[in-house]
Protein backbone atom coordinates (compact mmCIF):
# COMPACT_ATOMS: atom_id res chain seq x y z
CA UNK A 1 0.00 0.00 0.00
CA UNK A 2 3.00 2.31 0.34
CA UNK A 3 4.07 1.56 -2.70
CA UNK A 4 3.14 4.55 -5.61
CA UNK A 5 1.76 3.31 -9.54
CA UNK A 6 5.47 2.91 -10.33
CA UNK A 7 6.58 0.84 -7.19
CA UNK A 8 7.96 3.30 -5.53
CA UNK A 9 7.60 4.51 -1.68
CA UNK A 10 7.48 8.49 -2.11
CA UNK A 11 9.20 9.66 0.65
CA UNK A 12 9.85 13.47 -1.02
CA UNK A 13 13.71 12.72 -1.13
CA UNK A 14 15.66 13.07 -4.64
CA UNK A 15 18.39 9.74 -4.97
CA UNK A 16 20.49 8.65 -7.64
CA UNK A 17 21.87 5.30 -8.06
CA UNK A 18 25.71 4.48 -9.27
CA UNK A 19 27.27 2.75 -11.31
CA UNK A 20 26.97 -0.38 -8.43
CA UNK A 21 23.37 0.05 -8.43
CA UNK A 22 23.68 1.61 -4.71
CA UNK A 23 20.36 4.20 -4.24
CA UNK A 24 22.16 7.59 -2.37
CA UNK A 25 19.46 10.35 -1.28
CA UNK A 26 21.23 13.73 -2.63
CA UNK A 27 18.60 16.13 -1.99
CA UNK A 28 14.70 16.87 -0.51
CA UNK A 29 12.12 17.05 -3.76
CA UNK A 30 10.75 20.67 -2.07
CA UNK A 31 14.23 22.03 -2.38
CA UNK A 32 14.67 21.28 -5.98
CA UNK A 33 15.53 24.44 -7.57
CA UNK A 34 13.60 25.03 -11.07
CA UNK A 35 14.63 27.88 -12.88
CA UNK A 36 13.32 29.79 -15.53
CA UNK A 37 14.17 27.60 -18.10
CA UNK A 38 12.94 24.73 -16.47
CA UNK A 39 16.30 23.13 -15.24
CA UNK A 40 15.91 20.86 -12.13
CA UNK A 41 18.80 21.72 -9.83
CA UNK A 42 19.47 20.26 -6.28
CA UNK A 43 20.68 22.97 -4.18
CA UNK A 44 22.58 20.73 -1.58
CA UNK A 45 24.99 19.65 -4.19
CA UNK A 46 26.25 23.47 -5.09
CA UNK A 47 25.70 24.40 -1.77
CA UNK A 48 28.49 21.66 -0.76
CA UNK A 49 30.62 22.78 -3.54
CA UNK A 50 30.85 26.44 -2.24
CA UNK A 51 31.62 25.09 1.20
CA UNK A 52 35.14 23.65 0.23
CA UNK A 53 36.02 27.08 -0.84
CA UNK A 54 37.91 27.63 2.31
CA UNK A 55 37.04 31.05 3.31
CA UNK A 56 32.96 30.08 3.21
CA UNK A 57 31.35 28.74 5.74
CA UNK A 58 27.86 28.49 4.58
CA UNK A 59 26.11 29.05 1.55
CA UNK A 60 22.52 29.01 -0.04
CA UNK A 61 21.92 28.29 -3.35
CA UNK A 62 19.09 30.76 -5.37
CA UNK A 63 17.47 30.14 -8.68
CA UNK A 64 14.23 29.33 -8.16
CA UNK A 65 11.93 31.13 -11.28
CA UNK A 66 15.44 32.80 -11.25
CA UNK A 67 17.58 32.71 -15.37
CA UNK A 68 20.15 31.61 -13.47
CA UNK A 69 21.51 30.33 -10.27
CA UNK A 70 23.12 32.23 -7.49
CA UNK A 71 24.56 32.00 -4.31
CA UNK A 72 24.74 33.48 -0.45
CA UNK A 73 27.69 32.64 1.18
CA UNK A 74 28.12 33.47 4.52
CA UNK A 75 32.29 34.12 5.76
CA UNK A 76 33.34 31.52 7.76
CA UNK A 77 34.06 33.42 10.99
CA UNK A 78 37.47 31.64 12.22
CA UNK A 79 39.24 30.86 8.47
CA UNK A 80 38.65 34.46 7.17
CA UNK A 81 39.84 36.95 9.38
CA UNK A 82 43.05 34.13 9.87
CA UNK A 83 43.45 34.28 5.93
CA UNK A 84 42.83 37.95 5.71
CA UNK A 85 45.38 39.05 8.61
CA UNK A 86 48.05 36.77 6.55
CA UNK A 87 47.41 38.56 3.32
CA UNK A 88 47.31 41.50 5.23
CA UNK A 89 44.23 43.46 4.73
CA UNK A 90 43.28 45.42 7.91
CA UNK A 91 39.40 44.83 8.36
CA UNK A 92 37.33 46.03 11.88
CA UNK A 93 34.61 43.48 11.49
CA UNK A 94 33.74 40.46 9.40
CA UNK A 95 31.51 42.59 7.57
CA UNK A 96 34.94 45.23 6.44
CA UNK A 97 35.70 41.26 4.85
CA UNK A 98 33.05 40.67 3.17
CA UNK A 99 33.10 43.89 1.15
CA UNK A 100 36.87 43.49 0.53
CA UNK A 101 37.37 43.05 -3.02
CA UNK A 102 40.31 40.74 -2.29
CA UNK A 103 38.13 38.75 -0.23
CA UNK A 104 35.63 38.73 -2.81
CA UNK A 105 38.05 37.70 -5.43
CA UNK A 106 39.35 34.76 -3.82
CA UNK A 107 35.37 33.24 -3.19
CA UNK A 108 35.31 34.16 -7.06
CA UNK A 109 38.29 32.45 -8.12
CA UNK A 110 37.57 29.44 -5.77
CA UNK A 111 33.64 29.65 -7.02
CA UNK A 112 34.81 29.40 -10.47
CA UNK A 113 36.97 25.79 -9.46
CA UNK A 114 34.71 24.14 -7.28
CA UNK A 115 31.85 24.92 -10.38
CA UNK A 116 33.72 23.07 -12.51
CA UNK A 117 32.47 19.29 -12.29
CA UNK A 118 28.22 20.66 -12.92
CA UNK A 119 26.95 21.56 -16.41
CA UNK A 120 26.38 25.38 -17.19
CA UNK A 121 22.65 25.27 -16.35
CA UNK A 122 23.90 24.19 -12.78
CA UNK A 123 26.75 26.63 -12.51
CA UNK A 124 26.43 29.11 -9.89
CA UNK A 125 26.96 32.28 -11.93
CA UNK A 126 26.77 35.26 -8.72
CA UNK A 127 27.64 35.38 -5.21
CA UNK A 128 26.81 37.88 -2.48
CA UNK A 129 29.30 37.57 0.54
CA UNK A 130 27.46 38.03 3.37
CA UNK A 131 29.19 38.53 6.70
CA UNK A 132 26.25 37.10 8.92
CA UNK A 133 26.90 34.27 10.95
CA UNK A 134 23.74 31.94 10.44
CA UNK A 135 23.64 29.76 14.01
CA UNK A 136 21.78 26.86 14.86
CA UNK A 137 18.42 27.21 15.80
CA UNK A 138 18.07 30.25 14.36
CA UNK A 139 16.17 32.14 11.51
CA UNK A 140 18.42 30.95 9.21
CA UNK A 141 19.24 27.45 9.97
CA UNK A 142 17.35 24.00 11.78
CA UNK A 143 19.05 23.24 15.60
CA UNK A 144 20.54 20.27 13.06
CA UNK A 145 21.97 23.70 11.47
CA UNK A 146 20.12 22.40 7.91
CA UNK A 147 19.15 25.57 5.68
CA UNK A 148 15.94 27.55 6.53
CA UNK A 149 15.22 28.79 2.96
CA UNK A 150 12.10 30.64 3.66
CA UNK A 151 14.46 32.49 6.16
CA UNK A 152 17.08 33.29 4.41
CA UNK A 153 14.86 34.54 1.18
CA UNK A 154 13.05 36.85 3.53
CA UNK A 155 15.76 37.85 5.36
CA UNK A 156 17.88 38.31 2.74
CA UNK A 157 15.41 39.03 -0.67
CA UNK A 158 17.33 42.79 -1.34
CA UNK A 159 20.48 41.25 -1.37
CA UNK A 160 19.07 38.31 -3.90
CA UNK A 161 17.08 40.83 -5.88
CA UNK A 162 20.56 42.48 -6.53
CA UNK A 163 22.30 39.26 -7.53
CA UNK A 164 19.51 39.55 -10.34
CA UNK A 165 19.56 43.34 -11.29
Not at 82 to 93: H, V
Not at 110 to 138: H, Q, T
Request: proline fraction near 6%; hydrophobic fraction near 40%; aromatic fraction near 6%.
Amino acid sequence: EALDDEGWVPSGDIGEVDDDGYFRIVDRKKELIITAGGKNISPANLEAALKVIPLVGQACAIGDQRPFVSALVVLDPDVAPAWATGKGIEFDSLQDLAENPQVIAEIESGLAEVMEPFNNAERVKKIKVLADEWLPDSDMLTPTSKLKRRGIHSTYASEIEGLYA
